[in-house]
């Protein structure tokens, strides 16, 4: 039986499992680390005040990009929630939606983060399941400091 319970959600496949077909299984978790380290955009329903990005077990999604840009229209504040509250990881998170507003990322009932219009930031999930939080990295695209405008360019161009 497989699981996933890794930070990718990548199919772990028990020792003498699917005889024959660990190939398929293998190269879909290849793909799918392809996609952890790669660009993902995402849509929030036109004027939501909450919105859920998932990464799922063994298939491709979004979320599960490195880079997530988030697009769509706000006339409030919308808090994102990222989950399974079990990974940890790092995310550059952009706000790419129109009408000005914030959006607030979340893991679990922890620390939050807002990200304002046109920005991108640096976050980081500490998987801690129910009281996950969400971390500031400390380094955006708004906000320049001494010692971190290499990183910065690096990451933002």
Avoid at 41 to 46: D, K, L, R, S, Y
Avoid at 89 to 99: D, F, L, Q, Y
Avoid at 133 to 144: N, T
Wanted: proline share 1%.
């Amino acid at each position: 039986m497989a699981t996933y319970v890794n930070n990718l959600r990548l199919k772990e496949i028990a020792t003498g499992a699917e005889s024959g077909t660990w190939g398929t299984s293998t190269n879909t978790n290849l793909e799918l680390v392809g996609q952890a380290v790669g660009y993902g955009t995402e849509a929030i329903t036109t004027n939501a005040d909450t919105h859920a990005s998932t990464v799922a077990d063994g298939s491709a999604d979004e979320a599960r990009a490195m880079y997530i840009k988030y697009t769509g229209t706000l006339d409030s504040a919308c808090t994102i929630t990222i989950g399974p509250n079990t990974l940890k990881r790092v995310h550059i998170i952009e706000n790419a939606t129109s009408g000005s507003q914030n959006i607030i990322i979340k893991q679990g009932s922890g620390n939050e983060v807002t990200i304002v219009p046109n920005e991108k930031r640096i976050v980081y999930l500490d998987g801690a399941g129910s009281g996950a939080a969400v971390q500031d990295a400390g380094i955006s695209s708004s906000a320049a400091t001494t010692g971190k405008a290499i990183a910065m360019a690096m990451v933002f161009g």
